[in-house]
């Protein structure tokens, strides 16, 4: 039998870390990591969100915006006037999500507590979890990619190793060059989220020289936009009305799941609305400029190489190709191709790794951190086998952007609980105190009202979405709603939560933290529960504002 005592040292020594002078203590809802953030750790500043937007709007995901896009059927014109709609709504919808960041300086995953209840909290939690290991081994193998078109650039053997893997649907060069960008990953997730900002600036600088350089060697070639500016746009189905919905709402999808947890980074704001300011501004216009470069560069490539390719990547080797390996080609893919590594690893670590992080935290606070939950998150991903999935990648991208149906009612339920129902007014000390003395318990730990809100929110897409999985070729009233997926989602659930609280108000709207003591207020003695024994610890939490 295993040595109690053992067991018991074993367990106190692989607990997280907590600060020397900590007046909180780890326990089942409580460490480090999902504390209110501590003023001496929010570091980020109005330009340190611009920054921010950098790596998240200025990125090969939106590089490749108009392939989407454009598969819909639209002109590039009429491409970009969906990017511009689609990136102010998603300016507007980071904003509103993060507001809770800005205001409490906490995250998403304890943020969840006060609308689904202390355990129902896990549920949004571990979806979110689960779509971001996918995710994540996606965003990792495309920088694996980048990094072998990088040093392909000098050793270009690499460049032209043919050699197959995993019953060739993985080339060996594209497994060296993912395991040396995991190097890099792991290396800067040691970095705390609060000292990030220097990491983000190499990085967006280095890639917006990739930008600047594709769009001047394409336009410079060319002498215009390209041949795909002229063509007529075929909406595949239905009307270009119809298209444009789908354009989008694709790019609500692509950047809501990411604002779903926007107040992860928000919470680290040095004064309040440095989030707000920046954010509404940077978000569009990141998004939009790097867009409409992606398309642009594009629509140029095809003149000049022959050939339609939408990631920027794997341009980069065709045109050193292109101009047979000179010198000067294969500088300009060396730097351009570092940029594009740099900015894998940027949106790696602001959409998955930090976030992700804080999750698993949630999941298991007294043995997790961000950093922990990182790392596991970076170990799945690359067991997750994304070259074996992107070998029917039609299929499974549907499948994964079918994911969006999940996650759009969340962001809608938290949008209606925090904003409308309790008018940002909420309790942080009963967001760590895991028993009936919360007024966040609900019924036995679960909100009702937040589980029926999300169902009825996602019933509406699902028949979609089966449809979809089973014949790509499906197109009716359910598949439309489907293509309109973050938007339904958000909408219906946003109603249905309000409408329901305005039936069956749910407790504790409109206590503050102030209600426990007459001295519990910003700045004071706040109180945090232990999960176990229900005991209340006081403790002096000047961050809890």
Known sequence: MTNPSFSRRFLNRIEVPVDPDAQYKNDHWTNRDLIPMPA?????????????????????????????????????????????????????????????????????????????????AYFPVIIRTFTTIFWDGLQAYWGGQAVTVTLGSIFTSLAHMDQTLAGGVLFTKDLIGMLIYYIFFIAIMAIPPERLQKPFIISSILFGGTLIGLLAWAVSNVHGVGP???????????????????????????WGGGTLGQSDWTRYANRPYAPTLSQIIAAPVTIIVTGVIGIIVTSC???????????????????????????????????????????????????????????????????????????????????SNPWQYLSNASTFLTVLSGFGIFLA???????????????????????????????????????????????????????????????????????????????????????????????????????????????????????????DTGSVEEKHNDNLV
Not at 362 to 367: A, E, F, H, V
Request: glycine letters at 12%; proline letters at 4%.
């Open 301 to 383: 490539a095809d003149q000049i190489i022959g050939e339609v390719v939408w990631q920027p990547f794997v341009l980069l080797g065709k045109i050193q190709d292109f101009y047979d390996g000179s010198p000067r080609a294969r500088a300009g893919v060396f730097f351009a191709g570092l940029g594009c590594v740099c900015a894998q690893l940027g949106i790696s670590i602001v959409l998955n790794s930090v976030s992700a992080g804080m999750d698993m935290a949630g999941l298991q606070p007294k043995y997790l951190n961000i950093r922990r939950g990182a790392y596991i998150l970076a170990a799945a991903g690359i067991l």
């Open 409 to 531: 009612p969340f962001t809608g339920i938290m949008l209606a609980d925090y904003l409308l129902v309790r008018r940002c007014i909420i309790s942080l000390p009963d967001l760590y105190v895991g028993n009936s003395s919360s007024i966040y318990w609900y019924s036995h730990g679960f909100h009702w009202r937040a589980l029926v809100a999300w169902a009825i929110g996602v019933f509406p897409t699902m028949p979609g979405f089966i449809m979809s999985i089973r014949n790509p070729e499906t197109y009716n009233s359910w598949v439309r709603t489907f293509n309109i997926a973050f938007f339904v989602g958000l909408s219906v659930s946003l109603a249905t939560f309000w409408l329901i609280c305005k039936v069956s108000p749910p407790p504790g709207v409109g206590l503050g933290s102030g209600h426990h003591d007459e001295n519990m207020k910003f700045g004071e003695k706040e109180s945090i529960g232990d999960s």
């Open 228 to 254: 795909l500016f002229d063509q007529p746009g075929k909406p595949v189905h239905g009307s270009i009305g119809w298209s444009m919905m789908f354009g989008i709402t694709s790019i609500l999808g692509a």
């Open 40 to 120: 001496d750790r929010r570091t980020y500043k109005i330009w340190s969100y611009c920054i921010y937007w950098c790596i998240s709007g200025m990125c090969i995901s939106a590089y490749t915006t108009g392939s989407t896009l454009l598969a819909y059927g639209l002109t590039p014109q009429q491409a970009i006037g969906a990017l511009v709609i689609g990136a102010i709504c998603a300016g507007i919808l980071s904003v509103a999500c993060g507001w809770m960041g800005e205001r409490h300086h906490i995250g998403f995953t304890v943020a969840s507590r006060f609308t689904w209840g202390m355990r129902g």
